[in-house]
């Protein structure tokens, strides 16, 4: 069977993923794209039909599930618009831009008493982050005691506020770290560098390990992401993220990619293809409602951190049963 899947925004990640669907899914077609600006709705829909009123295309009877890619803010009220219609979601992070509103949808989940939505925190698929989690779960290094994250961005995009290094790029690390440390933050202290770039959030765990995360939104050379875990019997962390060298004028070496759309590709082509045979075998992977929330919700009382010079102790309530 092919599932028919609409895609709501045309934007560096709306027009990735159809280009996924379209290229390198199987069992999958892009029937609708949605954008308030028709023109770029048809520009990139292809042979799908083009929609700017996003609630026509969740509702349209030919679309069998939905892929958010709009602005962070409107994620939130779509996700539960796909609730409401029965339709499965695979909602790009952060799930919302309020620990309030990602509540909500956990709740209508919970109320409709099945996943439907699953987050697109891709890096669960990365092939390096995989292999991490392997080597962790099999003993080989020893208690896992600290995960040390780089997050590079070349530049940050002149719609970026101080807040977003937290709650659009350290989710990231957030949801990466519970899940390859199977553990929940519990403390969280953040400091800036002069002129709020970059940053060091530094969370405590509940099985004691720490994580400790460089957030850099301006670092010009390139966008680079690394990440070390450290056992009591020996460490695990990413290689170069290539695979091939160079030598070129005077230089050896890899090239940094501009954003992480190349440095994630085959995260993100893993992670549709997993969405997509999830929907089949009703058997959900990845970042679930749940985890979205607590990211958001953690987010949430990092920037709180940063605004008091505080350390802050953090809270998101119980895990419902739909999630265990
Ligand atoms: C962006 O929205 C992403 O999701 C990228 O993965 C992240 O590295 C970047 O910092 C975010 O702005």
Redesign the pocket.
């Known amino acids: 069977m092919t599932l028919s899947v609409g895609v709501i925004g045309t934007g560096v990640m709306g027009a990735e993923h159809v280009r996924i669907l379209r290229d390198e899914t199987a069992g999958a077609q892009v029937v609708a794209v949605c954008d308030a600006d028709i023109d770029r709705a048809r520009a990139v829909a292809g042979h799908g039909e083009a929609f700017s009123d996003l609630l026509a295309l969740i509702r349209d009877h030919r679309v069998q599930a939905v892929v958010i890619a709009s602005p962070d803010a409107t994620h939130a009220d779509l996700a539960l618009t796909c609730l409401a219609a029965g339709k499965p979601v695979l909602c790009e992070?952060p799930l919302a831009a309020t620990a309030e509103d990602a509540l909500r949808v956990v709740q209508a989940e919970v109320q409709l008493g099945r996943r439907l939505v699953q987050v697109g925190y891709m890096r669960r698929f990365d092939p390096a982050y995989v292999e991490m989690l392997r080597v962790r779960a099999s003993g080989a290094i020893g208690e896992a005691v600290l995960l040390h994250n780089t997050?590079r961005?070349a530049a940050a995009p002149d719609w970026?506020t101080g807040a977003?290094a937290v709650t659009?790029?350290f989710v990231?690390e957030i949801d990466i770290s519970r899940w390859l440390l199977n553990t929940e933050p519990t403390l969280a202290r953040i400091s800036a560098a002069p002129g709020g770039d970059p940053l060091m959030i530094t969370l405590e765990t509940e099985s004691g390990a720490i994580v400790s995360t460089e957030v850099h939104?301006n670092a010009r050379y390139g966008?680079h992401?690394h990440a070390q875990l450290v056992g009591r019997e020996g460490t695990v962390e990413m290689a170069a993220p290539t695979v091939t060298l160079t030598n070129h004028v005077g230089q050896h070496g890899h090239v940094w990619s501009e954003n992480?759309v190349p440095r994630?590709r085959d995260a993100y082509r893993i992670q549709m293809n997993g969405w997509v045979r999830s929907i089949a075998d009703q058997h959900p992977v990845g970042a679930s409602a749940w985890d979205g929330y607590v990211a958001t919700a953690i987010a949430e009382q990092v920037v709180t951190a940063l605004q008091t010079g505080n350390p802050v102790r953090l809270t998101f309530g119980q895990r419902p049963d739909l999630y265990l």
Do not use: A, D, L
Request: hydrophobic share 45%; proline share 0%; glycine share 0%.
């Open positions: 992070k997050h961005n970026f977003m659009n790029s990231h939104m966008y992401v992480w994630f």
